[in-house]
């Protein structure tokens, strides 16, 4: 294998009505868009 790197920040956010901080979170990243990804069923 092959020297590497791999940095992956993320910052997770739980509870209720935490959508409320996204706008919040975008700016603090410097974001401009939002890809939101949503399903009825389990990734299993």
Do not use: R, W
Not at 1 to 11: H, I, L, S, V, W
Not at 13 to 29: D, P
């Amino acid at each position: 294998m092959k020297d590497f790197n791999y940095y992956a920040p993320t910052e997770v956010v739980f509870g209720v009505q935490s959508e409320e901080q996204v706008a919040h979170l975008i700016k603090k990243y410097g974001g401009t868009k939002v890809l939101v990804h949503y399903g009825g069923q389990s990734a299993c």
